[in-house]
T-cell receptor, first 110, second 109 residues
């Protein structure tokens, strides 16, 4: 069974731009979660989707948003990028409680 | 919200040594996972262990949910064990996962 895939793997943007990251979960998994990892803040929960509904979200500004499609694929969007948004963004899919992570998207904001 | 504390923050071992990593959590949780993050950032599942004991080769883990802690044991460590080990728990709703700050392990040859 194929694992979680994330695209793109690397991304460079400038301040003020917006970015969209994509996550394809493991086949059959309906839950997708997103995390931000930075050296200073560690791994922080962004949001979780199940059957196209956001069930929970972390403490991030409204510039961070996401959605899930009917095929369980998910996207997250960050608008008006700031230097502090530079991070590794990880996506995880789950059939229930156990989570399986993708390789991440490394975003650099210049 | 739930607080997750991992100890020690850093650990240096000689190849072949054994170690115990600890994860304390502040409230009842629905699940608990241990991960190993490799140098490329990939989080690798080690154990899904909301309670009880599991073993996988040189690794084993024990979670005592009533006392709110979990332990990860690494025996006969190898240089490839180096990396960061994370403990992650989900709140009782199960939809929000909180990670500890991790234990950075370096195994010397």
């Amino acid at each position: 069974k194929a694992g979680v895939t994330q695209t793109p793997r690397y991304l460079i943007k400038t301040r003020g731009q917006q970015v969209t990251l994509s996550c394809s979960p493991i086949s059959g998994h309906r839950s997708v979660s997103w995390y931000q990892q930075t050296p200073g803040q560690g791994l922080q929960f962004l949001f979780e989707y199940f059957s196209e509904t956001q069930r929970n979200k972390g403490n991030f500004p409204g510039r961070f948003s996401g959605r899930q499609f009917s095929n369980s694929r998910s996207e997250m969007n960050v608008s008006t990028l700031e230097l502090g948004d530079s991070a590794l963004y990880l996506c995880a899919s789950s059939p229930g409680y156990e989570q399986f992570f993708g390789p991440g998207t490394r975003l650099t904001v210049l | 919200g739930i607080q997750v504390e991992q100890s020690p923050p850093d650990l240096i071992l000689q190849e072949g040594a054994n170690s115990t990593l600890r994860c304390n959590f502040s409230d009842s949780v629905n699940n608990l996972q241990w991960f190993h993050q490799n140098p490329w950032g990939q989080l690798i599942n080690l154990f899904y262990i909301p309670s009880g004991t599991k073993q996988n080769g040189r690794l084993s883990a024990t979670t005592v949910a009533t006392e709110r802690y979990s332990l990860l044991y690494i025996s006969s460590s190898q240089t490839t064990d180096s990396g960061v080990y994370f403990c992650a728990v989900a709140d009782t709703g199960g939809f929000k996962t909180i990670f500890g700050a991790g234990t950075r392990l370096f195994v010397k040859a």
